[in-house]
């Protein structure tokens, strides 16, 4: 029998967080276990407030926990030190938002490409990576287009090859269908799987819409910041 720990990428451990806004604290997540294999795509589910983002956030290492641990690729990602957890996230993850967050002013080729210039990819190199992106996201006619060109599902397809350039083994989408129409946002969803079976990355989505269910393996729900299902 194999042991579900095998190929885990991602685990929480009584994961919390707690804000203080004014004199009070707001617990955003509440002993939040989790996990994650390599080669996966998972859904996190649950309405606004609920802690989606929160708990995406702590796994990518863009906030920290107040109590417990997160372990992403076997290293305990909650005692780096903020540099150490940069370059963490440079090389081993990517990241897709609601509101794409691309650069107005390049390019599709030159967003995609951007994370690869910030480590010091050659340019050879580069071209070759950003143009077999850009072909998995069905973009590769539209390279030179800025996104103020594009609509917001071929800006996303952006985003999308943006996060998967610097081969990350992650990719963590924060309501990355929350701006798209119903079926746009249908066929980014399909293009999730099919790069989770391409480059055997990891995806975890979060997302408030149920349409994501007929796409994932499995799907967390939160609500105030607990995890209503567990993992077999």
């Excluded at 579900?4 to 004014?22: A, H, L, P």
């Excluded at 708990?55 to 150490?84: A, H, K, W, Y």
């Excluded at 999308?160 to 946002?185: F, K, Q």
């Excluded at 249908?186 to 480059?199: D, M, P, Q, T």
Aim: net charge negative; with cysteine.
């Amino acid at each position: 029998m194999t042991d579900r720990t095998d190929g885990v990428i991602v685990k929480t451990s009584e994961v919390t967080r707690v804000y203080r806004v004014d004199q009070q604290e707001v617990h955003a997540l509440r002993g939040v276990n989790f996990w994650v294999k390599q080669g996966e795509y998972l859904g996190v589910m649950g309405r606004s407030g609920s802690g989606k983002t929160t708990l995406l956030n702590i796994i990518g290492g863009l906030d920290r926990p107040t109590e417990g641990e997160v372990q992403v690729f076997g290293e305990s990602i909650s005692d780096l030190s903020d540099r150490r957890l940069t370059e963490f996230r440079r090389h081993r993850i990517g990241f897709v938002f609601q509101s794409f967050a691309l650069m107005p002013t390049m390019s599709a080729f030159e967003n995609v490409e951007l994370p690869l210039r910030m480590i010091g990819v050659r340019r050879r190199e580069r071209r070759q990576r950003v143009m077999e992106c850009l072909e998995l996201v069905g973009l590769t006619k539209w390279a030179k287009h800025r996104p103020q060109e594009m609509s917001g599902g071929q800006q996303q397809r952006v985003a999308i090859a943006r996060s998967l350039v610097n081969r990350p083994g992650l990719i963590l989408a924060d309501e990355p269908t929350g701006e798209l129409d119903t079926t746009t946002a249908r066929s980014i969803l399909e293009l999730f799987g099919s790069i989770v079976e391409e480059e055997g990355v990891s995806i975890i989505m979060s997302s408030h819409d149920p349409t994501m269910l007929d796409y994932v393996e499995f799907c967390y729900n939160l609500a105030d910041g607990r995890v209503l299902n567990e993992r077999d």
